[in-house]
């Protein structure tokens, strides 16, 4: 073979590699741990699931195109997002930590700067599912004190782990039917609660039904359960015992909070009777998922649900004080004034504003909303047709620009706008024009999204849907 030849034939092994990277840096000698950085504690930032972070990340569009990439093999897909805190003890030592969570429940603590994996939690029974389609696709939340990290398992539990080893501070379960009701969402963390959700496996096997349930992040405690079938029926209730089965709640965002710690989901497909059943809804809650405040559901809400066209499909984006927007599987983007709404009597119908989604495709991601200085608030929002943008303002919307880029869920940080695409490149837009800045080049996903965070991002790749028993963590760093 001549020397052309075999420079042909490596070339072509290097493109068909999608974890080989000319600028893999697995091998140099890694950066010193960060002083003085800025943690990234859940899924999409905040409580909010605003997916803007206000930190300085130390990224411009200057030097991202310099960044290295580190392909690190993880025991499982992370068909999630990665949370990172800086300068921890873990085993003794100073650390920067991205900590991920695999389709089969495995919790993993990998350090940002070399890539390593410093401990890692493995379910019990673990074989029992592993291989199965029994699988989460939860994104775990970091304690605000940093001393642990709460995640979740296909066996229906939720863990608090000790972030300087990994071990079990405690469990608690929040389903009585973990086979059939699936931790989907990420979790999240709102004055002293963790907040999980449920909802079904791919199928919809029956019984399931999605709840949101609160927990004492101290003791384990199940403070509460609050069930959008048989609403009627308060704490953990055996699906099968419900005459209904459905309303999902497994949004990527899953249970937002807004600054008061009332908690907004929206369900899927199931029964809406506006009483005790809530399918395909937006449901305000108290902070304690005791009390419904305010509730809308479209008024084409039956044939949402004969469709398989769920309203929940995504979770209700917070604008303002009262308005949210609302995706959905039919490709419309509702704006609700829930100031309207309000109280426990239904409402159907009455959204202020509906427009289409980016390329008009279902939506299955988390919009991010970025509220500018200077007083202009931006909404982002990626689906498999397209990326777009609005500005938001007294309860509309109006569209700002769009492409034909794939995306998965949108973050801002450092004033740039950073969109997964799942086909396998990281985007990197200002978001004020839509311009790209930059593109990472990564393996295919499903439902991954960047994190960027201290002069590094962490993007997981690949689906829950393989199967697979290995997965891919991608982390960019500067030179």
């Known amino acids: 073979m001549s020397r052309f030849a075999r420079l042909l034939v490596l070339g072509f092994l290097a493109c068909a590699d999608p974890h080989r990277d000319s600028s893999d840096t697995s091998t140099t000698t890694p950066p010193?741990?960060?002083?003085?950085?800025?943690?990234?504690?859940?899924?999409?930032?905040?409580?909010?699931?605003?997916?803007?972070?206000?930190?300085?990340?130390?990224?411009?569009?200057?030097?991202?195109?310099?960044?290295?990439?580190?392909?690190?093999?993880?025991?499982?897909?992370?068909?999630?997002?990665?949370?990172?805190?800086?300068?921890?003890?873990?085993?003794?030592?100073?650390?920067?930590?991205?900590?991920?969570?695999?389709?089969?429940?495995?919790?993993?603590?990998?350090?940002?700067?070399?890539?390593?994996?410093?401990?890692?939690?493995?379910?019990?029974?673990?074989?029992?599912?592993?291989?199965?389609?029994?699988?989460?696709?939860?994104?775990?939340?970091?304690?605000?004190?940093?001393?642990?990290?709460?995640?979740?398992?296909?066996?229906?539990?939720?863990?608090?782990?000790?972030?300087?080893?990994?071990?079990?501070?405690?469990?608690?379960?929040?389903?009585?039917?973990?086979?059939?009701?699936?931790?989907?969402?990420?979790?999240?963390?709102?004055?002293?609660?963790?907040?999980?959700?449920?909802?079904?496996?791919?199928?919809?096997?029956?019984?399931?039904?999605?709840?949101?349930?609160?927990?004492?992040?101290?003791?384990?405690?199940?403070?509460?359960?609050?069930?959008s079938l048989c609403s009627d029926r308060a704490g953990l209730i055996d699906?099968?015992?419900?005459?209904?089965?459905?309303?999902?709640?497994?949004?990527?965002?899953?249970?937002?909070?807004?600054?008061?710690?009332?908690?907004?989901?929206?369900?899927?497909?199931?029964?809406?009777?506006?009483?005790?059943?809530?399918?395909?809804?937006?449901?305000?809650l108290d902070p304690l998922a005791t009390r419904m405040l305010a509730n809308y559901t479209p008024t084409n809400t039956a044939n949402l649900d004969a469709s398989d066209a769920d309203l929940g499909s995504t979770s209700p984006v917070l604008l303002d004080a009262t308005h949210v927007v609302q995706g959905g599987k039919d490709g419309a983007f509702r704006v609700v004034d829930l100031a309207t709404v309000s109280g426990t009597t239904a409402h159907k119908g009455g959204e202020i504003q509906s427009v289409g989604n980016p390329g008009?495709?279902?939506?299955?991601?988390?919009?991010?909303?970025?509220?500018?200085?200077?007083?202009?608030?931006?909404?982002?929002?990626?689906?498999?047709g397209g990326t777009a943008a609005w500005t938001y303002s007294a309860g509309r919307l109006t569209p700002a620009w769009s492409n034909g880029n794939s995306g998965t869920s949108p973050v801002v940080a450092g004033g740039l706008l950073f969109v997964y695409d799942p086909g396998g490149t990281l985007r990197i837009y200002d978001p004020a024009t839509g311009n790209p800045v930059a593109s990472l080049t990564s393996g295919g996903g499903h439902w991954n999204s960047p994190i960027v965070a201290d002069g590094r991002i962490a993007l997981p790749e690949g689906s829950a849907n393989s199967h697979s028993s290995t997965g891919i963590l991608n982390i960019w760093r500067l030179p």
């Open 360 to 384: 008009g495709g279902s939506m299955f991601t988390a919009p991010a909303v970025y509220h500018q200085s200077g007083g202009q608030t931006w909404v982002f929002a990626a689906t498999g």
């Open 32 to 227: 010193p741990v960060v002083q003085n950085g800025h943690d990234w504690t859940r899924f999409n930032y905040d409580e909010a699931r605003s997916g803007t972070s206000s930190a300085d990340v130390g990224l411009t569009a200057a030097n991202i195109p310099t960044m290295h990439r580190q392909a690190v093999t993880i025991d499982g897909v992370v068909d999630a997002s990665a949370i990172y805190l800086n300068n921890i003890q873990v085993n003794g030592a100073a650390h920067d930590v991205f900590f991920v969570t695999t389709e089969y429940g495995k919790t993993l603590a990998v350090d940002a700067n070399d890539g390593s994996v410093l401990w890692r939690f493995t379910p019990p029974n673990y074989s029992s599912w592993s291989g199965s389609s029994r699988i989460t696709n939860v994104t775990p939340v970091a304690d605000p004190d940093r001393s642990a990290v709460y995640s979740a398992s296909p066996d229906g539990n939720v863990e608090k782990l000790a972030v300087g080893d990994g071990h079990v501070v405690w469990t608690t379960s929040i389903t009585t039917r973990a086979s059939s009701e699936k931790i989907a969402s990420p979790l999240n963390y709102s004055h002293g609660h963790v907040i999980a959700t449920t909802g079904g496996y791919i199928g919809d096997a029956p019984p399931y039904q999605g709840h949101v349930s609160v927990l004492d992040a101290s003791t384990g405690q199940l403070l509460h359960s609050w069930n």
């Open 239 to 284: 699906p099968s015992s419900c005459a209904q089965s459905g309303s999902a709640i497994w949004g990527r965002a899953g249970a937002v909070v807004d600054a008061n710690g009332n908690i907004y989901v929206a369900t899927g497909n199931g029964q809406w009777d506006g009483a005790t059943n809530w399918g395909d809804a937006i449901v305000e």
